[in-house]
């Protein structure tokens, strides 16, 4: 079955979201509507729709004018078997202690490692991106440094391969684990079982620390956040009360050149870098209160 994307960008988030909202009201029904700020710290949004028949190309015309967008550009995508693509080409990770694999690779686990089993239908987060390899590099660097983390928390959790290293580095301790999205906090969850973790990490449904289990176990002394520039900021009065003394917070999904002022931010809300490691166009900081 032929799948069709219908994609475009426009400057401001409220016209993108309601787009969205509009979009799902097509004929033909999209299979999935997605708005995104882009990355590229161009301010624009990115709003697309995934369809099984080519979309009404008057109808994408009419919300183009009606919310201000740049035209929907139309592609069919082909045929792919998703799982088997990924499976072929996700190699397992290594990152410091961690080796993060698919359950096809389970031969390839090193005795000497922290493995954690990520399954390629749910490969975003497997440690591949810049963004979650940093991450696992910082973690992986303040345990060679001593530290022991009892309270941890990981915001925007997604695949929770974060929270997941946490607990298995300090299994003595709870590890909490949040996600503004449902889905993600559904293959958070699935993932948490799928590595013996249940119980160990709390998956929690919740737009930054907006939950009564994380007030409730404040203040940590650990907490990732690997997210994007714009929430990274807005989140960190948030970061800054919900941490102790001495606590550490390493933070992701930042572009190089967005990397000093992410540093500024934090620094006003008593927060100083540490550490800073760039992979690739993406920057992991790692903070002290």
């Known amino acids: 079955m032929p799948t069709f994307t219908a994609l475009t960008t426009l400057p401001d988030a409220e016209n993108a979201r309601a787009l969205g909202e509009a979009m799902e009201r097509m004929e033909p029904?999209?299979?999935?509507?997605?708005?995104?700020?882009?990355?590229?710290?161009s301010g624009l949004w990115e709003v697309g729709g995934y369809f099984e028949a080519a979309p009404d190309a008057a109808a994408l015309a009419v919300l183009e004018t009606a919310f201000g967008?740049?035209?929907?550009?139309?592609?069919?995508?082909?045929?792919?078997?998703?799982?088997?693509?990924?499976?072929?080409?996700?190699?397992?990770?290594?990152?410091?202690r961690f080796f993060l694999y698919g359950s096809h690779d389970a031969d390839r686990v090193p005795a000497d490692k922290i493995a954690l089993l990520v399954d390629a239908a749910m490969a975003f987060g497997t440690g591949h991106h810049g963004t979650t390899l940093g991450c696992l590099r910082a973690l992986d660097r303040l345990i060679e440094q001593g530290q022991a983390c009892?309270?941890?928390?990981d915001i925007g959790c997604g695949t929770a391969v974060l929270a997941m290293a946490a607990a298995r580095s300090w299994p003595e301790h709870t590890v909490l684990a949040s996600d503004i999205?449902?889905?993600a906090v559904e293959v958070a969850q699935a993932n948490v079982d799928l590595n013996g973790l249940t119980g160990r990490v709390l998956c929690r449904e919740a737009m930054g620390f907006d939950h009564p289990d994380l007030a409730k176990a404040a203040p940590f002394d650990l907490v990732f956040a690997n997210?994007?520039?714009?929430?990274?900021?807005?989140?960190?009065?948030?970061?800054?009360?919900?941490?102790?003394?001495g606590a550490h917070v390493i933070l992701?999904?930042?572009?190089?050149?967005?990397a000093d002022e992410v540093v500024a931010v934090y620094a006003r809300e008593g927060l100083a870098?540490?550490?800073?490691?760039?992979?690739?166009?993406?920057?992991?900081?790692?903070?002290?209160?």
């Open 150 to 153: 009892r309270n941890v928390v």
């Open 273 to 289: 870098e540490i550490d800073r490691q760039v992979i690739g166009d993406w920057t992991t900081l790692t903070l002290r209160a």
């Open 227 to 245: 997210i994007l520039k714009g929430p990274l900021i807005a989140l960190a009065p948030d970061v800054a009360r919900h941490t102790g003394a």
């Open 181 to 183: 999205d449902e889905v």
């Open 252 to 258: 992701s999904g930042i572009l190089n050149p967005q």
């Open 29 to 41: 029904e999209p299979t999935g509507i997605g708005v995104f700020e882009m990355e590229d710290d």
């Open 69 to 96: 967008a740049r035209p929907f550009v139309v592609s069919e995508l082909p045929e792919i078997d998703w799982v088997a693509k990924v499976r072929r080409e996700l190699s397992p990770v290594e990152a410091g």
